[in-house]
């Protein structure tokens, strides 16, 4: 049973518009949230994170907002960007950062 | 910066092939992962180490086991490669969590390989 899924495999966004991906989560001891982005033939690099004592971390495009009572949580990228087409992984972790369990993730395309 | 390298961006191994893919981190790092990645199912766990000559199972460990014999080396052995053995491998480090660093991992750049 997944404790994190990401439902959208993939999302196709046009240059200069939002993305938002989605991640939810059924683990109530989660305590950390991230997403990690990759490029094919590449690791997962990490993109940002937010505690579960805050509803909104943002970092530049970049901005994730977390739902505790519905348990889910949003990745925004505003503009988006051709450059910004990779998969998305969203990872949860509990226990003042233990093992992270990632999610199925979610392919994004930005058309120029 | 944290550089965790994979010995291999790509193999070609026969089924029942013994494999060994390596991993080295030069940061330090206690905590050691290797994790499989395969359309949908996103990252699975497949075994970790807290420290030198420590391991632990992860979600999917049949089929591999693992080596750590010193702290910056991580391998992951597929003792008899099977078919459904073909994925893109990744191999992760962090400190342990508790040190005041952040929970995420630096991950390598990936093996992907490929059994027939």
């Known amino acids: 049973d997944q404790q994190v899924k990401q439902n959208s495999p993939s999302l196709s966004v046009q240059e200069g518009r939002i993305s938002i991906l989605n991640c939810d989560y059924t683990n109530s001891m989660f305590d950390y949230f991230l997403w990690y982005k990759k490029y094919p033939a590449e690791g997962p690099t990490f993109l940002i994170s937010?505690?579960?004592?805050?509803d909104k971390n943002e970092d530049g495009r970049f901005t994730v907002f977390l739902n505790k009572s519905a348990k889910h949580l949003s990745l925004h990228i505003v503009p988006s960007q051709p450059g910004d087409s990779a998969v998305y992984f969203c990872?949860?972790?509990?226990?003042?950062?233990?093992?992270?369990?990632f999610g199925g993730g979610t392919r994004l395309m930005v058309k120029p | 910066d944290v550089k965790v390298t994979q010995s291999s961006r790509y193999l070609v191994k026969r089924t029942g092939e013994k494999v060994f893919l390596e991993c080295v981190q030069d940061?330090?790092?206690?905590?050691m992962f290797w994790y499989r990645q395969d359309p949908g199912l996103g990252l699975r766990l497949i075994y970790f180490s807290y420290d030198v000559k420590m391991k632990e199972k992860g979600d999917i460990p049949e089929g591999y086991s693992v080596s750590r014999e010193k702290k910056e080396r991580f391998s992951l052995i597929l003792e008899s490669a099977s078919t459904n053995q073909t994925s893109m491998y990744l191999c992760a480090s962090r400190y342990p969590p508790g040190t005041g660093t952040m929970a995420g991992y630096t991950f390598g750049s990936g093996t992907r390989l490929t059994v027939v």
């Open positions: 937010i505690s579960s004592i805050k």
């Open positions: 990872a949860a972790s509990g226990n003042a950062g233990n093992m992270l369990t």
């Open positions: 940061m330090d790092h206690e905590n």
